[in-house]
């Protein structure tokens, strides 16, 4: 069964259909049972819709019913289309439109000329700049939608997971790394990163906030390398390395030297290459030696 590709927005649905945007533009169509042009264009509207076959999705918002979202897009009149794409409103029309006129609308945000990987890395770059900027739910709605739509896109998974660990949402960030078996190169990060949970699962259950506040007033080593395999579990390289580090300079045989495995455990969850480990490599051999 194909997706919907034109949906009714209400004042309880239109957050959840403009998270959609993240992956696929929308347009939003305002008009009411009164409106003669709004009636003519309505047809026109969800041809070029269904002929796009998902490249764009339609909203319609009846502006009497729903007047409260009609007030938030600032619409004065009808029939008006808002054209949002990537959690933002990109283009806004006032007024019957023809055909023609839609597609010259809608040409710059189809995606024309782009290779799928190209489609993929904008969408996600798009991703990290809604979670940057405060949408991570939005973000988050969309990531799961678009990996409904393609379960064998390992890079949207990644991206997931990685959003669930910064959250401290363990078991469904497990969960969703667990829907693929089979070990594949941009997924074998994250393994690695619940591989350092379970090296220190049956330590302290302390909120990372309050072990950066022990390490930083009388660090121990215990509390050094729960929080530098949590911290780097979590996404937080940079500070879960100075804390492996600080732990290799101070305690060098804490537990028999863990410090150098457990940094060689954290540069195997960094992607090859990462500037980050290359410069913590330098710093454990300097402390090494």
Same mark, same amino acid.
């Given at each position: 069964m194909s997706e919907p590709l034109i949906f009714e927005a209400t004042e309880q649905n239109i957050q959840d259909l403009l998270a959609r945007s993240m992956q696929v533009p929308i347009i939003i169509d305002f008009w009411a049972d009164w409106c003669q042009p709004c009636?003519?264009?309505?047809?026109?509207?969800?041809?070029?819709?269904?002929?796009?076959?998902?490249?764009?999705?339609?909203?319609?918002?009846?502006?009497?019913?729903?007047?409260?979202?009609a007030s938030q897009f600032g619409v004065r009149s009808l029939p008006t289309l808002k054209l949002?794409?990537?959690?933002?409103?990109?283009?806004?029309?006032?007024?019957?439109?023809?055909?023609?006129?839609?597609?010259?609308? =809608? *040409?710059?945000?189809? %995606? $024309? @000329?782009?290779?799928? &990987?190209?489609? #993929?890395?904008?969408? !996600?770059? /798009?991703?990290? =700049? *809604?979670?940057?900027? %405060? $949408? @991570?739910?939005?973000? &988050?709605?969309? #990531?799961?939608?678009? !990996?409904? /739509?393609?379960p064998d896109k390992h890079l949207l998974r990644a991206a997931l997971v990685e959003y669930l660990l910064s959250l401290g949402q363990l078991d469904d960030a497990q969960s969703v790394l667990a829907e693929i078996a089979e070990d594949v190169p941009e997924l074998r990060p994250f393994r690695n990163r619940f591989a350092l949970l379970e090296e220190v699962s049956e330590q302290?259950?302390?909120?990372?906030?309050?072990?950066?506040?022990?390490?930083?007033?009388?660090?121990?080593?215990?509390?050094?390398?729960?929080?530098?395999?949590?911290?780097?579990?979590?996404?937080?390289?940079?500070?879960?390395?100075?804390?492996?580090?600080?732990?290799?300079?101070?305690?060098p045989d804490y537990r028999d030297g863990i410090a150098k495995a457990s940094l060689l455990k954290v540069f195997?969850?960094?992607?090859?290459?990462?500037?980050?480990?290359?410069?913590?490599?330098?710093?454990?051999?300097?402390?090494?030696?």
């Open positions: 009636l003519q264009m309505a047809p026109v509207l969800e041809k070029l819709v269904t002929e796009l076959n998902g490249q764009v999705l339609l909203v319609k918002v009846n502006a009497d019913e729903q007047q409260v979202v949002v794409f990537q959690g933002r409103l990109v283009n806004e029309l006032s007024g019957a439109q023809t055909e023609s006129a839609l597609r010259e609308w =809608l *040409a710059p945000v189809l %995606g $024309q @000329g782009q290779t799928e &990987e190209e489609q #993929l890395a904008s969408f !996600l770059e /798009q991703i990290q =700049l *809604a979670m940057a900027h %405060g $949408q @991570g739910p939005q973000a &988050e709605q969309a #990531l799961r939608h678009a !990996l409904q /739509q393609q302290p259950a302390l909120a990372l906030s309050e072990l950066s506040d022990r390490i930083t007033s009388a660090p121990t080593a215990e509390d050094l390398h729960l929080f530098g395999m949590r911290a780097a579990a979590a996404g937080q390289f940079e500070a879960g390395l100075d804390a492996l580090i600080q732990l290799l300079r101070n305690y195997d969850c960094l992607p090859k290459g990462d500037p980050l480990a290359s410069r913590y490599r330098r710093q454990m051999f300097n402390a090494l030696h």
